[in-house]
């Protein structure tokens, strides 16, 4: 009997014990924070665009007076060669190439150069026919043609990072392609004839603005518009000829032509950044 009243209490004892164990507090250990990665902007990068160009060109043709017999023309025919020489060129058309650049940030803003090599294969012409003033029915006709093949720019970038992901810049610097316009007059009148060329690389400027979206392991999308402007370039000749009459050259009515090349261009383009691991923020 001793026993079994014995056996019953340490029975007891340890139910009671375990019963306390389960109502104390339980001791939790803290998850480890979250690591939320930033992308570092800082690094060399490269990349491929493509977009759209429209181009604007003004190429003239104008000529002088020069008195018989040196000269071809009576004085009011000059002001109209000129004024129908005065001739617009709008195109638009496809560029895209190769970009590669280096960026620096510091802090919430990113300062970079960067350089592109596009094809920027865009041509035009345009046509104008008129009434000599002197002579009608004789009529005479300029017909103007501006091209150009490639297109490369050198540019400093300056932005600020709307979110650590978005860089919105801005952009300028110089702006280089090569230029070519060809120039041929005719009239019904001798008849005669001139023609001209200009082929040339010209030095421009370039503005603009876009933006810049950071994806995972250091790949990145923009969106971007440059406005380019080229300047203005000119030839003259003094190959006015009339094979049907006498004399049949005229170099004393020397021609003059110009050509000039603004563009606006859009374009998007995916880049890739070396280095430059991401830093973590807790």
């Excluded at 490269?46 to 002088?64: C, D, F, I, K, Y």
């Excluded at 596009?118 to 003033?133: E, K, M, V």
């Amino acid at each position: 009997m001793k026993k079994l009243v014995a056996t019953l209490f340490t029975v007891a004892l340890g139910a009671a014990t375990a019963s306390a164990a389960d109502l104390s507090p339980r001791t939790y250990t803290k998850a480890p924070a979250v690591v939320a990665p930033i992308y570092n902007w800082t690094g060399f990068y490269v990349g491929l665009n493509a977009g759209g160009a429209w181009n604007e060109s003004n190429v003239t043709t104008t000529t002088v007076f020069a008195p018989f017999p040196f000269g071809y023309f009576a004085t009011t025919s000059v002001p109209a060669i000129g004024t129908v020489g005065n001739q617009n060129i709008n195109r638009s058309g496809f560029t895209g190439g190769a970009t590669a650049g280096y960026n620096w940030q510091i802090s919430n803003a990113v300062l970079g150069v960067e350089t592109d090599f596009n094809y920027f294969g865009i041509r035009g012409s345009s046509t104008g026919t008129a009434l000599y003033p002197c002579c009608a029915p004789s009529t005479f006709t300029v017909n103007s043609s501006e091209s150009t093949d490639w297109l490369w720019t050198l540019r400093g970038r300056a932005g600020f990072l709307a979110t650590p992901a978005l860089l919105l810049y801005g952009t300028g610097g110089l702006a280089v392609a090569d230029v070519k316009a060809s120039y041929l007059f005719t009239d019904t009148f001798g008849p005669a004839r001139e023609s001209a060329a200009i082929s040339t690389t010209r030095y421009g400027w370039t503005a603009g603005a876009g933006g810049e979206y950071a994806l995972m392991n250091g790949w990145s999308i923009k969106a971007e518009y440059l406005y380019v402007d080229l300047g203005r370039a000119s030839t003259t000749s003094t190959n006015l000829v009339t094979p049907t009459a006498f004399p049949s050259n005229f170099p004393s009515n020397v021609f003059t032509h110009t050509v000039d090349l603004r563009s606006n261009i859009g374009r998007v383009g995916i880049n890739y950044k070396f280095g430059g691991p991401v830093v973590a923020k807790y």
